[in-house]
């Protein structure tokens, strides 16, 4: 096969992918420019295919342009995050990685994959500006933003309220927390407790969570931008001096990317903060409350975390038991939900069945206090106006969990293929439920590619 019908064949691959890619020959034209790419430049592909990269992007040379840099210096860029417009106008951001391609000492072509992020950085700058509206005391007021305190807090089986003790007792100072539990078992819950019942009730509560960025725009986000540190940047405070006096949750601390847990770290011994791009140090005076949905153990072994930085957020230790170890809750928790969504729903539910209850004591809540409430507010919804009682019928998926254990002696009925498809399908969806739905999230729990579990919902058509 000749070279020309390879350039073919990959460039109708690569139409295919996310990522944008230009890939410039040893000249400087361009051999490749794939959709994304053309998407994200709004260039068409033959007004740059074949053509030398300078004449086409004039603005650009060998001190701007990564591509060219790579061309006649052999530099690699990794990850670098760039900000410009595109031919639209349209500020367009993204992370970008170049490299030359070295045969036999010589540079033959150089490639550029661009990952457009102009939607999350968008997105970081809005919870930027939110979160600097909310700390701000009238704005927090008009929107009566709720705040949680230990009133809130139902439970009283003695693992849960030795917990709230512990948590009470951290209140009364500024040491850093670290709160483990499953998924549901309400870790910010206790962090805004621990906050609003302390000694900066009156200062900032703020959280964040640390898997829902990716480590380019989470930098920003916690320490901050400075102009001119990167192309396009501005001058923006981060969540650590919006949060100064007052307390910053970071939520799921396992899932920081590890090169910005060396960061965070430094902020932790030195009491400052340094602006992305900035050069001046900002002194900060934050508490941290940190959470993980894994046992620390787990997340030190599979190094998820840093030892050192570990060290310095365990200060203090709140273990949550997860709802099954606290059967003893479980009714007190019904009869709040129930008053609760009695108002939302407008329904005047009193009581709920022997036979439900009995259920409800039964069942292991892989989705802990949220999925319990979540199954309370499905079976209040589901009672006729005039229905005073819950009965078992009004508890959809524990039915469906009552059905498939009565079955279970049925396979005969419908074959072994039919009934491990059945029994497939509700164990996605109660995996589902209990992480909120969040693909990635559910695909690590259910241990199969996140490609997978798209695959088997579309499949078994779950909403």
């Not at 020309?4 to 890619?21: P, W």
């Amino acid at each position: 096969m000749k070279a020309k019908e390879y350039l073919s064949i990959m460039q109708k691959i690569l139409h295919f992918i996310d990522e944008g890619v230009h890939v410039l020959d040893k000249n400087g034209n361009t051999i490749i420019y794939n959709e994304a790419m053309s998407k994200l430049e709004k260039m068409e592909t033959k007004e740059v295919m074949k053509k030398p990269f300078g004449e086409v992007f004039k603005n650009l040379n060998s001190e701007n342009s990564t591509l060219l840099k790579a061309l006649k210096s052999r530099v690699t860029t990794s990850n670098l995050k760039q900000t410009y417009l595109n031919k639209d106008g349209k500020e367009i951001t993204t992370i970008n990685t170049t490299l030359p391609i070295v045969i036999n000492d010589e540079v033959i072509a150089v490639v550029e994959v661009a990952k457009n992020i102009t939607k999350m950085t968008e997105m970081s700058h809005t919870i930027l500006k939110l979160q600097n509206e909310i700390g701000k005391p009238e704005t927090a007021k008009s929107k009566k933003i709720k705040k949680y305190n230990f009133n809130n807090i139902i439970g009283s089986s003695s693992n849960f309220v030795d917990v709230i003790a512990r948590a009470k007792k951290a209140s009364k100072n500024s040491a850093s927390v670290f709160i483990f539990g499953e998924t549901g078992t309400g870790k910010e819950l206790i962090a805004q407790s621990i906050h609003y019942e302390g000694l900066r009730k009156d200062k900032p509560f703020i959280a964040q969570n640390c898997a829902a960025l990716p480590e380019s725009l989470l930098e920003g986000l916690l320490f901050g931008t400075s102009k001119g540190g990167f192309t396009g940047a501005v001058d923006r405070a981060g969540l650590f001096e919006q949060a100064n006096g007052g307390t910053l949750l970071l939520d799921e601390i396992n899932s920081m990317p590890y090169e910005l847990q060396a960061k965070l770290l430094r902020v932790l011994q030195e009491n400052y903060i340094r602006r992305v791009g900035g050069t001046s140090d900002i002194p900060i005076d934050v508490r941290i409350i940190s959470t993980s949905n894994e046992p620390p153990e787990v997340i030190l072994k599979d190094g998820k975390i840093r030892k050192d930085l570990y060290y310095r957020l365990n200060v203090i230790q709140l273990n949550v038991p997860p709802l099954r170890y606290r059967k003893d809750d479980i009714m007190m928790l019904v009869n709040m939900f129930i008053h609760k969504y009695n108002d939302k729903l407008n329904k005047e539910i009193l009581s709920i069945s022997k036979e439900a209850q009995d259920s409800l004591l039964k069942y292991d809540y892989p989705g802990n206090v949220r999925e319990l409430e979540n199954i309370i507010m499905s079976a209040i919804s589901m009672a006729d106006d005039n229905e005073r009682i819950l009965n078992i019928n009004h508890f959809i998926s524990l039915n469906s969990d009552r059905e498939h254990v009565n079955r279970e002696h049925e396979i005969g009925d419908v074959g072994i293929d039919e009934y491990l498809e059945s029994l497939e399908k509700r164990i996605i969806e109660k995996t589902l439920t209990s992480y909120d739905y969040n693909i990635t999230k559910s695909a690590e729990a259910l241990k199969i590619k996140r490609q997978t579990l798209q695959h088997k919902i579309k499949r078994y058509n779950i909403k």
